[in-house]
């Protein structure tokens, strides 16, 4: 696990041009307006630590760019249920994680969330970050 890789590879999403089409490596979709990566190891010794690598990550973040936005997914969740239409990458978020810190960037118009995707049971949590400059809805 290093700390520093992953934030170097936040600044590189903050940094590189949105993709004109839907795209994706590694499990890891990108599209017009946002990017996304897994952080960490891939595979946890143990559920917490993910939980821990987060914590540190959003405290690095934290020093960085000053205190996030937390929010739960439970009402967007309901939202896109119902019909509505919500811009990516933020259904994709909300199938994933049910917890989301997100940061403005300054002097930019990007975004950036940290989050474990943790609903799927029969897999371990993943730590995952999206860059966007798409509002969250």
């Known amino acids: 696990m290093d700390i ?8 590189l999403l903050c940094a590189r041009d949105f993709p004109a089409e839907h795209s994706g490596t590694d499990g890891a979709p990108a599209g017009p307006g946002y990017h996304s990566a897994w952080l960490g190891p891939g595979d946890w010794p143990d559920a917490s630590d993910c939980y821990a690598y987060e ?13 996030s ?32 810190r997100t940061w403005e960037v300054p002097g930019s118009s990007r975004l950036v969330t940290v989050a474990v995707a943790d609903r799927d049971d029969e897999n371990q949590p993943q730590l995952w970050v999206v860059v966007t400059d798409t509002d969250p809805p």
């Open 55 to 67: 914590a540190a990550v959003v405290e690095r973040l934290t020093q960085r760019w000053g205190a």
């Open 69 to 100: 936005s937390r929010w739960g997914t439970v009402t967007l969740g309901e939202r896109i249920a119902g019909g509505e239409d919500i811009p990516k990458p933020w259904p994709m978020l909300s199938a994933l994680a049910s917890d989301l």
């Open 4 to 11: 520093a890789k992953d934030l170097a590879l936040i600044d």
